[in-house]
């Protein structure tokens, strides 16, 4: 079966084209998506729930406000900054202890504020908002929780999760690794990892395209694995999901050592890879 599933044979399957004609758009208005693709709208919605989120603490809206960020950033380390309208992991970026020149990144190398002015001007502009004009913002950096640490501690795992009218249908676990610069997307090089959608355990690994059994870094098993907290993971989905305007969504979660389970964003148009690394179609769920 997941030979038919990797070659787009299988029938259940669900491409680009279904998936957005027959579950994203139908009976949707534009102006729907609005929460799905501004990431700071989302987080509003999520703290006025009660869904634990990270802090937000500054937002960039006109180039004016870069021009000192050596003050902005005073005091500052272990932060996230991240394109409000941005997509796939693009423009995210991860830094850590501050140093008199800049910041140093997850893999120990020095972004200096000039290199950290020119990002966040590249936002603004919109390199990774499909040209449009953005907001930047910079939050809180989350410490990994214990058993995502132990798969790989160089960078933030994720659980996706796929709702289809208030229902948990698929999920999938994302380990960054050495060749994804600490995030947890597969195209840029992180392991999708298919879940039990009932109870939470990780099934098939799926890498670079093909199917393994061990993490490339650290050779940890990844099948068998139980996410802590999944109950809790459903119930947050299916609360917010009752909020949003939208059939089709997905929630990306992770796991925070002191507070748990944290919503990280939610997507109105969330990848397919997620059907090969649970080796079943959507199709077959949805319908």
Known sequence: MFLNILTGNHKN??????RNLHFVYPGMKRSFFKIADEKLLAKELFQKLGVPTPLTFKVFERFGEIRSIENVFQ????????????SGGFGIMVLGKQSENGFFDV????????????????????????????????EERIIAHDFLRKIYDQGLADIRIIVYKNKPVMG?????????????????????????????ITTTALFKGSVITKHPDTGITLSGLQIPDFPQL??????????VPLKYIGFDFTLDQKRGPMLIEINARPGLAIQIANQKGLLEVLK
């Open 13 to 18: 399957i669900l491409g680009i084209n279904k």
């Open 234 to 243: 459903l119930n947050y989905s299916e609360s917010v999901s009752r909020e």
């Open 172 to 200: 999938m676990l994302r380990i960054p690794t050495s060749f994804s610069s600490g995030k947890a997307n597969l195209h840029q090089g992180g392991i999708g990892i298919g879940l039990d959608i009932e109870t939470g």
């Open 75 to 86: 005091g500052m380390e272990n932060i996230v900054i991240k394109p409000n309208c941005g």
């Open 107 to 138: 893999k120990g190398n020095l972004v200096t504020f000039k290199m950290l002015k020119k990002h966040l001007a590249d936002v603004l502009l919109g390199v990774y908002s499909h040209g449009m004009s953005d907001k930047v913002f910079i």
